[in-house]
């Protein structure tokens, strides 16, 4: 008998094993693609303001406008590809489908980039040049694939549900997002320093081979491990159901105002079936608890403008500075890295401060004080930016060699642009897991992939709007508040008009962050206290282990049984 005994244990104990390292096992490539994946984001973003200027020609206004448009494009494809993969094509064709442009896009890159012109068959043969219109379109045709399979991967492959967030807690999740955070800005310092180097010195035509070299491994990855990577969400809602429960509720909620002059609780109660609408209440009200965080996310969108900004308007900065320091030509994506040392010297700060906030008794405590301050961080960042343009330009012009190209820049050592990055390394610590946290906790959990959806489509949102920006001004004002040569204009007033705007926007943000103070506690309760199914569901198993018990109870008699 107690052999008997023992083997059950043994057994179970050598089940779980094999099921807690296969956990592991998809834990850490996950994990290991999503490095690469970002690995090559960052590659192809870190100098392609001075791809463009040099290589393409473009205006300086032009070349920051597509960096912006790229990093917009790869933030919303993971919505797209995620709305495909559920209702159209299917996660695993879908997945290939990604793999495939990854591959196309990453591949054509060095197309673009490598020079023909150079290569000799011998003293007397050269290769044929491509020209630059074609040059052109297969650059854009490359970074469009690109960026939809950059998408695709972290969509399907690598989206936050695969890491078995569920059952975590506020404290729990916010470790999860700071670190996360950390571990893939870590990885974009590797790429800033040592690619942007490569392609800006050392071999500047085979820089975007790296790129897609990384790509390359991390389809090799998803192919070695595609059955356990590829993760398959719940179907309980989805982003059409989220949109189309807001068009119905503003539908029905127009026509009883017309014809009946009824009032409810909220807009959105007119959308379900009780009261005229389409949708169950399960559905309305899960897209209730979404749209509290519509102003979070509103007030997102400028603060994404401000850190587009790095690939933008300060790199433009730094590459019109010295970058020479005791004889070795700085990589003028490197300086990006100043912005990333305040986030990983911070998160384990956070990291403590957290822990104590946590394990204290005020049970109230919520990360919109991040955020505030982060935004703070980041108009100071873009004044700051305005004052060392100034400073910039009372240095003389010297000449500098970038890519093989000679420019008139400043002669001010380009370390003194340093303050304005460090801040926005500042703001990125604080702001990025704090609204990831409420993003993800304020919402039920069928609702949390839909959430994270929206906090991507209105970064995206951020993108373009500094694209936008960049465009207006240098349209409204003839090229003088975002000029091509920059010490010919006065793109400190971009600035200046920038930072006026954040500011604006951080007094809006502070007056309604008393809305997220305690919602992350009691919302889950809320809306489960609201939905009857979930209750008849739970009583219907509770019944059940009941009946359960007493059919298998010994000490019940048979007239009690009854």
């Excluded at 559920?86 to 996660?91: D, F």
Aim: glycine residues 6%.
């Amino acid at each position: 008998m107690e052999d008997k005994e023992q083997r059950p244990g043994r057994s179970e104990r050598a089940g779980k094993l094999p099921q807690a390292e296969k956990k592991l096992h998809e834990a850490v490539c996950v994990l290991l693609v999503e490095l690469c994946e970002r690995f090559t984001f960052f590659g192809i973003v870190c100098n392609m303001i001075l791809f463009c200027t040099a290589k393409l020609g473009y205006r300086s206004y032009q070349a920051a406008m597509v960096n912006m448009c790229f990093v917009g494009t790869s933030t919303l494809t993971p919505v797209l590809v995620g709305w495909l993969a559920e209702y159209l094509v299917g996660r695993i064709k879908l997945v290939c489908i990604c793999m495939f442009l990854h591959f196309l896009g990453t591949a054509l890159l060095p197309v673009v980039s490598f020079p023909f012109e150079d290569i000799y068959i011998d003293r007397r043969h050269v290769l044929l040049t491509l020209p630059k219109r074609e040059q052109k379109i297969i650059f854009y045709f490359a970074l469009l694939t690109a960026s939809l399979g950059i998408g695709g991967i972290r969509a399907i492959v690598c989206p936050l549900s695969a890491y078995s967030l569920e059952d975590c807690g506020p404290k729990e999740l916010l470790s999860f997002f700071n670190w996360f955070h950390w571990l893939v800005n870590l990885n974009s310092a590797v790429v800033f320093v040592s690619i942007s180097y490569i392609q800006q010195s050392v071999a500047r035509n085979l820089g975007f081979l790296i790129p897609f070299v990384s790509g390359l491994m991390a389809m090799i990855t998803i192919h070695m491990v595609r059955g356990e990577m590829i993760y398959k969400p719940k179907t309980d809602s989805s982003l059409l159901t989220t949109f189309g429960v807001i068009f119905s509720a503003l539908k029905t909620c127009g026509a009883r105002y017309r014809y009946l002059g009824t009032a409810l609780a909220s807009w959105l109660d007119h959308a379900k079936e009780n009261h005229g609408g389409q949708y169950s209440e399960t559905q309305v009200e899960g897209t209730k608890s979404l749209t509290r965080l519509f102003p979070l996310f509103t007030f997102q969108i400028l603060y994404r403008t401000c850190i587009m900004q790095i690939p933008s308007g300060y790199y433009l900065q730094t590459m019109n500075s010295n970058l020479h320091f005791s004889g070795f030509v700085l990589p003028v994506a490197a300086m990006n890295v100043i912005s990333i040392v305040p986030l990983l010297i911070l998160v384990p700060v956070l990291e403590c401060i957290n822990s104590w906030l946590f394990s204290s008794k005020d049970t109230g405590h919520s990360p919109t004080i991040y955020i505030v301050v982060g935004h703070l961080c980041a108009a100071l960042s873009v004044m700051v930016a305005g004052f060392c343009e100034m400073h910039r330009k009372h240095f003389p012009q010297v000449e500098q060699t970038l890519s093989e190209e000679v420019l008139l820049v400043s002669s001010m050592p380009c370390f003194h642009l340093a303050p304005q990055y460090i801040l926005l390394g500042v703001a990125e610590a604080l702001v990025t897991p704090s609204c990831s946290l409420l993003s993800f906790q304020l919402v039920p959990e069928r609702m949390r992939g839909i959430s994270m959806h929206f906090l991507a489509l209105f970064n995206g949102a951020g993108c373009f709007m500094g694209a936008l920006f960049v465009q207006t001004a240098h349209t409204g004002t003839q090229g003088n508040w975002f000029p091509h040569l920059l010490h010919e204009g006065k793109l400190e007033r971009f600035f200046f008009f920038l930072a006026s705007l954040m500011m604006v926007n951080t007094l809006g943000f502070w007056t309604i962050a008393h809305r997220y103070n305690n919602l992350h506690e009691d919302c889950t309760n809320e809306f489960r206290r609201i939905l009857p199914g979930e209750k008849l569901l739970k009583h219907e198993k509770a019944i059940k282990h009941y009946n359960a018990v007493l059919e298998s109870s010994p000490i019940l008699s048979p007239v009690e049984k009854t």
